[in-house]
């Protein structure tokens, strides 16, 4: 592994405007996916009532919209947090899939992208997806109340970004 400081030096040279912008559109599209498993019950029974097209939509965009209406101001930080680590961690996986793609090289290290992908989980959508298989009621147990999810998805996505800068600092200096 490279020093911090090697990789907080590449991370410096490596990150430019094209890179930034693509990392906020996938946190917005996180975001947006976000909004959507936490209002599906509602998106479906917009679906299920046959309202015009128009109103279907609009009722939507209210309900995805109203999203951060409905959770706690210390969901929505960790929330965002997450949803930046999880755009620059996407961002940082589709350059070293490209990179690697250019050596030819791509079946070695595909299962590490997709595994950093995967990892890139929101706590949100993990505590809708309890909540369906009936878990929800595990988090009146935990000491912080579900927020240990939101921590451990950071840990995971700093890790996982930290992996990632590592392993495409070692291509670049091999490939040097």
């Not at 592994?1 to 990789?7: D, E, G, I, N």
């Not at 992208?113 to 929101?122: D, L, N, V, Y």
């Not at 970004?161 to 670049?172: G, R």
């Amino acid at each position: 592994m490279a020093s911090k400081s090697q990789l907080i030096f590449f991370l410096k040279e490596s990150v430019d405007l094209k890179f930034i912008l693509k990392s906020f559109i996938y946190a917005l599209l996180f975001l947006l996916v976000a909004g959507i498993v936490i209002n599906i019950v509602n998106i479906i029974s917009a679906f299920s009532y046959h309202y015009p097209i128009l109103l279907e939509s609009k009722l939507i965009f209210i309900y995805i919209a109203g999203t951060f209406q409905t959770v706690s101001n210390i969901d929505i930080v960790f929330l965002v947090v997450i949803s930046a680590l999880f755009g620059a961690n996407l961002a940082l996986v589709i350059e070293k899939l490209k990179f690697i793609k250019k050596q030819n090289n791509l079946r070695l290290t595909f299962g590490a992208g997709i595994i950093s992908i995967a990892a890139a989980g929101c706590a949100t959508c993990g505590l809708s997806i309890m909540s369906l298989i009936g878990l929800a009621a595990v988090l009146a147990f935990l000491p912080l109340h579900g927020l240990e999810f939101y921590i451990l998805a950071i840990i995971v996505l700093v890790l996982s970004f930290i992996y990632n800068l590592n392993s495409i600092y070692k291509a670049c200096r091999i490939r040097d």
